[in-house]
């Protein structure tokens, strides 16, 4: 099978009415294929690159969150801080996603991105959704990636679904009373990275 993953932070099951396997993406993983099968995430103030080369019939998907030193910067942010830990750790995450695609066969100058996530889940205060979308931008217009479609910020949590053949994407929005489960997810998933750093239906758009 030609797919490449990092770590643990993926599970995998066939969905019976699609009749293909999708494999769900965690916070802090990401997964690369060349084979007939989706990838799916849910993001809350995290962001997901999913990046595909048309040609080479291959893409992927990462999720990640952005560092912060320590809780007073979630308050305390500005945009031009770019030349940054998180910086750093935010272009890292996204080249691991693109070098692996490339051991798949994929060539950079064709490489297509859509971008998702960075909701403003924990307060009207908190930038963490807010950077990850800043640092996500930047880096996609930097490198020169083409940036066929995103939905960024915004207050509701969503769930995505990512074709890597095709670059074919469908977003659910998360209603506020499933939410708590993927806050857990990501609030554990920061706590590492701090740590670290030193179907579709009527609701889903199709992207």
């Not at 103030?45 to 080479?56: K, T």
């Not at 801080?81 to 060539?107: C, F, H, K, P």
């Not at 205060?125 to 066929?148: C, H, M, P, T």
Request: charged share 20%; proline share 3%.
């Amino acid at each position: 099978m030609l797919a490449k993953e990092q770590g643990a932070y993926y599970s995998r099951f066939y969905h019976e009415l699609r009749q293909q396997h999708v494999v769900k993406v965690l916070p802090g993983g990401l997964y690369c294929t060349a084979e007939k099968e989706v990838i799916s995430t849910g993001l809350g103030s995290c962001v997901a690159a999913c990046i595909w080369d048309p040609f080479a019939q291959v893409g992927g998907m990462n999720h990640f969150l952005l560092p912060m030193a320590h809780s007073s910067e979630h308050h305390h942010w500005s945009h031009d801080d770019v030349v940054s830990t998180a910086s750093r750790y935010g272009s890292y995450a996204m080249e691991m996603l693109v070098n692996q695609l490339i051991s798949l066969g994929a060539n950079r100058s064709r490489m297509h991105m859509k971008l998702f996530g960075g909701a403003q889940m924990h307060g009207i205060k908190s930038a963490i959704g807010e950077k990850n979308v800043d640092f996500v931008l930047r880096y996609a217009k930097q490198e020169g990636f083409e940036l066929d479609a995103y939905d960024l910020g915004g207050l509701e949590p969503r769930k995505i679904i990512f074709d890597p053949l095709s670059g074919k994407a469908w977003l659910k929005r998360i209603p506020f009373a499933e939410v708590s489960h993927l806050r857990h997810e990501e609030d554990h998933y920061a706590q590492q990275v701090e740590s670290d750093s030193h179907q579709p239906n009527d609701d889903v758009e199709l992207f």
